[in-house]
């Protein structure tokens, strides 16, 4: 079984530029969750799919922050523009509706340098 | 929400059981207590989860005691791969809440 899949696995660009990463859940699984692990830290929640639609994202900085999962299969997070803050490891989960143990299986992140 | 509270930092020797403790106090009677585990430049892996009884899988096992307090996370044989760190979550609502963790360093 294909695990989750996220490119790119590194981004450097400029503060103010935009970045978008993309992500591709494991097959089957309808929910799909974006993380921001800054270093040092445990991975903080962005934004929670179901499907296509969004469960959670009270912690999503909306201003510059976006996602989107329009087929519900795989998804894109972008941030625009940048800032120095948002240097991190991105990562995406994904996990199986409808059982209650909500094991998630993530991807192995991008990591992201904001100079 | 249940929190967690985890030692920051142990050794262990190659080849001995690794006993990674977590006390999550404050946990309802419905909320299962997960760990994972995060080797460096990796996503976090799911290691295994349980609710009240006593949980074992390829990987490892969970025990967890009768009043649900603690918990504790045991690698039987642990390897130089096994270093990493440890997250004991407690999970309200489908939620995953990760903190600091317990970095777990496997010695030769």
């Known amino acids: 079984e294909a695990g989750v899949a996220q490119s790119p696995r590194y981004k450097i660009i400029e503060k103010r530029q935009s970045v978008a990463f993309w992500c591709n859940p494991i097959?089957?699984?309808?929910?799909l969750y974006w993380y921001q692990q800054i270093l040092g830290q445990g991975p903080k929640l962005l934004i929670q799919?179901?499907?296509?639609?969004?469960?959670?994202d009270s912690q999503l900085p909306k201003d510059r922050f976006s996602a989107e999962r329009l087929k519900g299969v795989d998804s894109t997070l972008k941030i625009q523009p940048a800032k120095l803050e948002d240097s991190a490891v991105y990562l995406c989960?994904?996990?199986?509706?409808?059982?209650?143990?909500?094991?998630?299986?993530f991807g192995a992140g991008t990591r992201l340098s904001v100079l | 929400d249940a929190k967690t509270t985890q030692p920051t930092s142990m050794d262990c020797a190659e080849g001995r059981a690794a006993n990674l403790p977590c006390n999550h106090s404050?946990?309802?009677?419905?909320?299962?207590v997960y760990w994972y585990r995060q080797i460096h430049s990796q996503g976090p892996q799911y290691i295994i989860h349980?609710?009240?009884n006593n949980e074992t899988n390829e990987m490892a096992s969970l025990i967890i005691t009768e009043d649900r307090k603690s918990s504790t996370l045991i690698l039987p044989h642990a390897t130089l791969r096994d270093t990493a760190v440890y997250y004991c979550?407690?999970?309200?609502?489908?939620?995953?809440?990760f903190g600091q963790g317990t970095t777990l360093q496997v010695k030769p």
């Open positions: 989960a994904s996990s199986f509706l409808g059982r209650r143990e909500n094991i998630q299986y």
């Open positions: 097959s089957g699984h309808a929910t």
């Open positions: 799919f179901q499907n296509n639609g969004v469960v959670d």
């Open positions: 404050t946990i309802s009677g419905n909320e299962y």
């Open positions: 349980g609710l009240k």
């Open positions: 979550i407690v999970n309200p609502r489908g939620k995953l809440i």
